[in-house]
């Protein structure tokens, strides 16, 4: 079995506490199954995959009665374009919102990264680590990031900060009169999350 850990405090505590992570019970992830959007973009992949033969009583056991469903009512009375391949670079594993950024080295394709970890972890300066071999981000474009050549025992850190602005209150309930400051609110939050620089490391000694 292998474990491989991102440079994110998460990842790092895990990796530090094995036992930890082995032991935990599993998280809870719910996912709307029949949402029309999510079945459509995953339709294309399985008749590519599986051909016109996956529509069949066998798909709602192995994919559930949703999707069995959509994919039939879709399919009725079409067939799959011959040698066509639907474009996996639009369907994104990587998360179900925001932007994709394309990680480019020497003019390549190298591979992909989200816009949450681009903040974090791929700003410009950085040293940024991927399938183990560290580079440079060197600068970013509208939908990629520029790496370089770095030397490997370098790392950085960088430095966030939170700032949290009440936008609207739109209700609010006091649970008990003897509890006057237990309240609950129910409105509308603005969370800035800031960069607030870099501290590089190596692995023979630390600089700032």
Avoid at 78 to 105: E, F
């Amino acid at each position: 079995m292998l474990f491989y850990a991102f440079n994110y405090p998460f990842d790092r505590f895990f990796a530090s506490n094995i036992d930890v992570f082995l032991e935990k019970p599993l998280d809870e992830i719910l996912i709307g199954v029949d949402n029309d959007e999510l079945m459509g973009r995953h339709l294309p992949y399985l008749m590519y995959e599986c051909g016109p033969a996956a529509v069949t009583s066998e798909l709602s056991e192995q994919l559930g009665i949703s999707f069995s469903n959509f994919a039939r009512k879709v399919m009725e009375g079409k067939k799959p374009v011959r040698d066509h391949k639907p474009n996996y670079q639009r369907l994104n594993i990587r998360g179900g919102s925001g932007t994709t950024y394309r990680l480019m080295y020497k003019g390549k394709e190298i591979g992909t990264i989200s816009d949450v970890r681009l903040f974090r972890e791929a700003y410009v300066g950085a040293i940024y680590n991927h399938f183990g071999k560290a580079y440079r981000v060197t600068a970013q474009a509208m939908d990629e990031v520029h790496l370089d050549d770095v030397e490997p025992h370098l790392r950085t850190e960088g430095t966030f900060y939170t700032v949290i602005q009440s936008s609207e209150i739109l209700s609010g309930i006091r649970y008990a009169e003897r509890l006057a400051m237990y309240y609950m609110y129910y409105g509308k939050l603005t969370v800035f999350e800031n960069f607030g620089g870099r501290k590089r490391q190596s692995l023979l000694h630390a600089s700032c």
